[in-house]
C-alpha cells in the first residue's frame, strides 16, 4: 500500500481550514451564548438562593411565631387553670363557710328549741305544783289563819317609809281590805285599831270578801297593793320556779 503525500496534505489543509471556520464561526457564538447562558443560570441560581433565603428567614419567623403561640397558649392554659382552681377552691371555701354557718344557725336553733322546750315544761311542773298546793291549801280553815296574816300585814305596813304611811292613810275614798273570808264585827274592830295604829292615823277601810286569795289578806288602793295571803305567795313561788327554769 503506497500513501499518497499530497492526498493526506490537502486533507489536512482542509482539516486546518475547517477548524479554523468553526472556530471563528460556529465555536465563538456558541461559546458567547454558554457564557451568556451561564451567567443566566448564574443569576437564576442567585436569586433562587435570595429566594430561598427570604423562605428560610420566613420560616424562621413562621417558627418562631407558632412557638410563641404556643407559649403563650400554654400560659394562658396555665393561668386559665390556676384561675379555675382558684375559683372552685373561693367557692368551696364560701360553700363550707355558708355550710357552716347553717349548721351552727340549725344547731343554735336546736338549743334554742330545746331550752324553750325545757323552760315551758319545767314552767308548767312549777304551775303544776303551784296548783296542788294551792288545792291543798284550799282545804285549810282560812278563819283560823287570820291572826299570822294580820301580824304579817301590820309588820310590813310598819316597815313602810312614814310618807308612803301618809298618803296611804289618806287615801281619797278609803282603802279596800280584802280578805278571804266573811269577818266578824270583833275581827273587822281588831284590824281597822291594828291598821290606823301601823298606819300612824285614822285611815277609812272598806272590808271586801275574795275567796281568791285562799287565805289572808290584801290591801287595795287605786295606785296600791299589799300582799299578805297565799294567793300572793303561790304566785311568787311560781315566778321564783318559773325565773329559776
Known amino acids: 500500500m503506497t500513501i499518497n503525500w499530497w492526498t493526506l496534505g490537502l486533507q489536512a489543509v482542509n482539516v486546518l481550514i475547517l477548524v479554523w471556520l468553526l472556530s471563528r464561526v460556529f465555536w ?3 461559546a458567547e451564548a454558554i457564557a451568556r447562558r ?8 442567585k436569586d433562587a438562593k435570595a429566594a430561598q433565603a427570604k423562605a428560610d428567614d420566613f420560616l424562621a419567623e413562621v417558627i418562631a411565631t407558632r412557638e410563641g403561640m404556643a407559649a403563650e397558649r400554654n400560659t394562658l392554659l396555665t393561668e386559665a387553670a390556676l384561675q379555675a382552681d ?4 373561693a367557692t368551696l371555701k364560701d360553700a363550707a363557710a355558708k355550710a357552716e354557718a347553717l349548721l351552727r344557725t340549725a ?6 328549741v330545746r331550752d324553750a322546750n325545757r323552760m315551758a315544761a319545767a314552767s308548767e311542773s312549777a304551775r303544776l305544783a303551784v296548783d296542788i298546793a294551792r288545792k291543798l291549801l284550799e282545804r285549810a280553815d282560812a278563819g283560823q289563819l287570820k291572826t299570822p296574816f294580820l301580824d304579817q300585814l301590820i309588820e310590813t305596813i310598819d316597815a313602810m317609809p312614814h310618807k308612803d304611811k301618809a298618803a296611804l292613810a289618806g287615801t281619797v275614798g ?5 280578805s278571804a273570808v266573811e269577818l ?3 275581827t273587822t274592830a281588831q284590824i281597822e285599831k291594828a291598821v290606823g295604829a301601823a298606819l300612824e292615823g285614822q285611815p277609812r277601810l272598806n272590808f271586801r270578801t275574795d275567796p281568791a286569795l285562799i287565805a289572808g289578806f290584801e290591801i287595795r288602793t287605786r295606785h296600791f297593793v299589799l300582799h299578805s295571803n297565799w294567793a300572793a305567795d303561790l304566785e311568787a ?3 321564783d320556779l318559773q325565773d329559776a327554769a
Do not use: F, M, S, W
Not at 451561564?38 to 441560581?45: A, D, R, S
Not at 382558684?86 to 377552691?89: D, L, P, T
Not at 278609803?174 to 280584802?178: A, H, K, P, S, Y
Open 28 to 30: 465563538r457564538p456558541v
Open 184 to 186: 266578824d264585827d270583833e
Open 237 to 239: 313561788i311560781l315566778k
Open 86 to 89: 382558684a375559683a372552685a377552691k
Open 38 to 45: 451561564q451567567g443566566t443560570v448564574e443569576g437564576i441560581l
Open 174 to 178: 278609803g282603802i279596800d281590805l280584802i
Open 107 to 112: 344547731q343554735l336553733e336546736r338549743e334554742h
